[in-house]
């Protein structure tokens, strides 16, 4: 073929429309998802936890149910002010240190509480969190990605139920290392930690395990399903809140 | 030339040094990659060798995000296959010793990850 000037920009013409049809095939393989939610987990648009503490009130019975949460997320047990801790009680005037009055029911007044990561409507933690190590999922959930946490304990700061722990030291040597839960990790030192509302768990279709071990004391749901177990519960029973000044609009409820 | 026999030697000294890598590298062996401890049970990765080899690394940083960040724990691999996304219950499943998988290659190429820091290894914590 003869180089022409014509011939050449004929080619030209050519080649440019081939230009243009070619990145939306690319951009059409780019936008492949390679990812997508377990087929088996279980979802809300907001999950929330009522406990029945007229069932569940005794330091015992508490115990036995934050044993197990240990167990399952590698929670290093540490003696002191140091201590790791997910699940946990406490007393009346310490869970609920507004709402006393000087003649309550004396039952209720010593009873023991449950006391947990509250996963807040409007947490603080988030908001203080620098990196964003701490952050709220769509379904209401306060995560902490340990991978991001920089240990500067704003969220522990940040936190009016003094949810979060922060390990000083390694917190394997709290650990029973013959006796871990090998399918969750451990944390390392100078991180933040706290209950996650098992979201391990709901990402395979199980529910919290305290919520499991509690034998119909704890109630989990969706709050904003009119229909749900937890709602049901709010309903019917009387519940209160922590710290209602706060302002943090807390997804754990107490049956009183 | 004033001073010349130090100028000279200095200068010999000094290019010796410069070029002794280069002399030294010759003379050593050549770098062969380790020779890993393959899984028995399993033939294929969740991808291929090659991809495996080169992007491993930030694979598993995209699956932390996907999983912990998103919630999004089904990874869907190039052939369609659908694998749970997790360090300790999907991959160290099949690779069941850090020490002749994961270290080998990690010794050699000088690089420490902390993934150990908070995973546990397949061997178990000691």
Avoid at chain 1, 17 to 44: D, S, W, Y
Avoid at chain 1, 112 to 137: D, G, I
Avoid at chain 2, 63 to 70: G, I, T, V
């Amino acid at each position: 073929m003869k180089n022409s000037r014509r011939t050449f920009i004929k080619l030209a013409g050519i080649a440019a429309a081939g230009l243009a049809l070619a990145p939306r095939k690319g951009l059409a393989a780019e936008g492949h998802e390679p990812v997508k939610v377990n087929a088996t987990a279980i979802h809300a648009k907001h999950w929330a936890m009522v406990i029945d503490t007229t069932k569940l009130n005794t330091a015992e019975a508490i115990n036995k149910l934050a044993a197990a949460c240990h167990h399952d997320h590698n929670v290093p047990h540490i003696e002191g002010k140091q201590e790791v801790k997910w699940l946990w009680h406490d007393t009346y005037p310490h869970t609920f240190p507004e709402q006393e009055n000087p003649h309550m029911a004396e039952e209720v007044h010593e009873r023991v509480f449950p006391l947990l990561c509250n996963h807040c409507q409007n947490p603080p933690c988030v908001r203080v969190c620098p990196t964003k190590a701490t952050f709220q999922r769509p379904d209401g959930i306060v995560a902490m990605d340990y991978h991001r946490c920089i240990g500067c304990r704003y969220c522990m700061a940040g936190c009016p139920y003094g949810s979060r722990s922060f390990n000083w030291g390694d917190p394997r040597l709290g650990l029973d290392l013959g006796n871990l839960n090998p399918e969750f990790p451990t944390r390392m030192r100078g991180v933040v930690e706290k209950c996650n509302f098992c979201v391990e768990r709901l990402a395979v279709g199980k529910l919290p395990v305290c919520v499991e071990a509690s034998e119909g004391a704890m109630h989990f749901g969706d709050l904003m399903d009119p229909d749900s177990e937890v709602r049901k519960v709010l309903r019917e029973k009387f519940t209160i809140r922590r710290k209602p000044s706060a302002g943090t609009e807390p997804s754990v409820y107490y049956i009183i | 030339m004033y001073n010349g026999f130090a100028i000279v030697a200095g200068l010999v000294i000094f290019f010796a040094m410069l070029t002794a890598p280069f002399a030294l590298g010759t003379m050593t062996k050549q770098y062969k990659e380790p020779e890993l401890k393959l899984p028995k049970n399993e033939k294929e990765c969740i991808e291929s060798t090659e991809y495996m080899r080169t992007n491993h690394m930030q694979l598993l940083n995209e699956w932390r995000d996907w999983a912990l960040r998103d919630g999004k724990r089904t990874y869907i691999n190039h052939k369609g296959k659908e694998f749970t996304i997790s360090l300790q219950n999907t991959c160290l499943k099949c690779h069941t010793s850090k020490a002749d998988f994961c270290d080998k290659c990690h010794n050699d190429a000088g690089v420490s990850p902390y993934c150990w820091d908070c995973h546990i290894q397949p061997e178990g914590l000691k």
